[in-house]
């Protein structure tokens, strides 16, 4: 196909240089096509610039780039070759699935182009946000990279008019990958020399040929490590070796009271039915990796301890099997390893779970695109078990299963305006992903630190595409079930601090009288938070969904119903009853696009919906209505009174 454009290339007769080894320039790296296509990349967060470098084994064209979905159409590309003494490289939008024309703002640079050893290499770098139309923004979430090249080099034509034309060859190899182009640390400490190492993994597990299982295995922590306290600055996962495709994810956890029996391969089994009620109930979260995660290094002034005098002695993996095609032969001994120092940090790192009880209250209606379901941790929780000065958040996983498309960590906290008056005020979300993939999942860090105070409240909100699909999808723990998890790393760590939330019902109601054929509302209506998984999704896969319905349960089970709120540390067994806070300030991101544009502070601004009952003040529109109610009111009270004592007074005066 021919593209005609006036001349845009770049011709660097100035850059040689000889990449011997791009590691030593670039800290994070990864195979985008074994032996053929190497994808490095660094990045500022000061200047909100990202540099990248490929290197592929053609000596024809090399097209990389970004997309919203991993398709091409409408991604944002680069295409660049080396011919001679000649370097070409354009920044392109894909339309559609043909040749991406030339972007006529140019927002990819080129710093370095050549060929070597039948490898071409191109180092380019852009913003991270160009405020251009035809370009992606890069942000602290999944990416989708497309990448493609081709063996023939393009052709170059010089027209009458000045103009080039360039013609391109359809690529002989293309993909998609999904990861976090900013989620590691720009600057990453170095691992000093006098680390040391241990891994807790699976023992030759022979995976079952069913699509889902849950396999646990307990250990016994060396004493070397339980005796004086030790502190873990990087974890990295171990898969065995051909097994990628069915290690799904990995989480382990710590605990006392095992048994000798319980440990090792003979009392390994499936995490539910198939092991001790001791190695089911291993529950303080230690570590989790997902499917496409990588290393993770933490910051060079915070460690993860373990050890010590009140450590757990105990290690539990638990590792979630994906096996859709019922493979049987498969033996597995994946773990993770675990990277330690002797001496303390500043600070002590813990995790923070937030989100939905995986229980049967989660209802994910069919054939919707954008359905969401919340995970809340209130501010009674945070005010149980935060120090006084909070605690900061530096990196975060996000969890659910092949339906969730964006995930959203709400930042909430209560402002107290004048006496008597307050509002809630949404911050700056923890950390989003609107780009979710199923197939990458990590701890990564986040832009900044944030710091989450006593009071505050945290709200999960994940969203599922269930286009594809014409029944109902439950909460479970099968991949094609779904979750609703965030693991937040943070500092300074408390004793335990997970915060999960379970729907109450208690508006179900009224969803059944509005919503539900009078045939089907007997069986409704005896379904509660408790009922049985086939009761819940016999009942279920009655409705015909309707949007009208999907809003209506959304609403009435999540944003106006009661929450049922896990808080732990688990020695204080509380269960907190609480409602979503109804925000008066809504988050107003500040993009760098729109440096012009200035909030008001929350108590200045007119509320966008009426807060909680009794803890905010009422919008200027509410207090016009109450004004008009009162005001009615009184004139009704007037005609009553002159009805009443008319012939009185008309006798007296009248007469």
Known sequence: MQIKEFCLFFF???????????????????????DNYWLYWNFSKTSEVIKFAVKVQTTGWIGFGLSSNGQMPGSDVVIGWVDGSSKYFHDRYAYGRYTPPIDPIQNWFLTNAEVEDGYTVLEF??????????????????????????????????????????????????????????????????IPDNTQSFTVSASQVDVPSVTTTYWCEA??????????????????????????????HIVIYLC?????????????????????????????????????????????????????????????????????????????????????????REYN???????????????????????????????ECTRNFLPPNGVKVFANMFHTHTAGSKLIIHHIRQLECSPGISRYEELSPIDKNYHYDFNFQQFNHLKKEITVLPGDSLMLECYYNTSNRNKITMGGISSTDEMCVAALLYYPRVERADCESTPTFDQFKIFVEQHVPSEYRNLFGSLSANSSREKMETAMNLLDWTPEQKESYRKLIYKNGKQSTRCLPP????????????????????????????????????????????????????????????????TLFLLVLVTIFWPQISHRYLT
């Open 12 to 34: 660097l007769p100035l850059i040689v240089s000889c990449i011997k080894d791009l590691t030593s320039i670039y800290p994070f790296n990864v195979a985008l096509d074994q």
């Open 125 to 190: 770098y852009r913003n991270f946000i160009t405020c251009d139309d035809c370009d992606l923004d890069i942000l602290y979430e999944t990416a989708h990279v497309v990448y493609s090249w081709s063996n023939k080099k393009p052709t170059v034509t010089k027209e009458a008019d000045g103009s080039i034309t360039y013609t391109i060859s359809k690529h002989n190899n293309q993909g998609t990958r999904s990861f976090n182009l900013l989620g590691a640390l720009p600057n990453p400490p170095r």
């Open 219 to 248: 250990m016994k922590l060396s004493p070397a490590l339980t005796y004086n306290m030790k502190y873990i600055i990087k974890f990295s996962p171990h898969i065995t070796p051909g097994n990628e495709p069915f290690v799904h």
């Open 256 to 344: 006392d009271g095992l048994y000798e029996s319980d440990l090792g391969a003979e009392g390994s089994g499936e995490c539910y039915g198939g092991v001790s009620d001791r190695v089911a109930d291993c529950a303080i979260p230690f570590a989790v990796w997902g499917v496409g995660g990588s290393d993770f290094t933490f910051p060079s002034n915070i460690a993860y301890p373990i050890g010590g005098a009140k450590s757990p002695h105990y290690a539990v993996i638990q590792l979630h099997y994906n096996n859709p095609d019922h493979i049987s032969g498969i033996v597995d001994s994946s773990g993770i390893e675990f990277t330690y120092i002797d001496t303390p």
């Open 349 to 379: 790192a813990g995790v923070m779970t937030v989100g939905h009880i995986n229980d049967n209250t989660m209802v994910i209606p069919p054939n919707t695109v954008d359905y969401s379901v919340t995970g809340l941790c209130p501010s």
């Open 571 to 634: 020695e204080t067994g509380k269960t907190i009853i609480s409602t979503v806070p109804q925000v008066c300030c809504s988050y107003t991101s500040l993009q760098s696009c729109n440096n012009e544009e200035q909030v008001l502070p929350c108590c200045k601004r007119e509320c966008v919906q009426e807060v909680s009952r009794g803890s905010a003040g009422a919008s200027s529109s509410d207090i016009q209505i109450i004004i008009l109610i009162m005001l009615t009111a009184i």
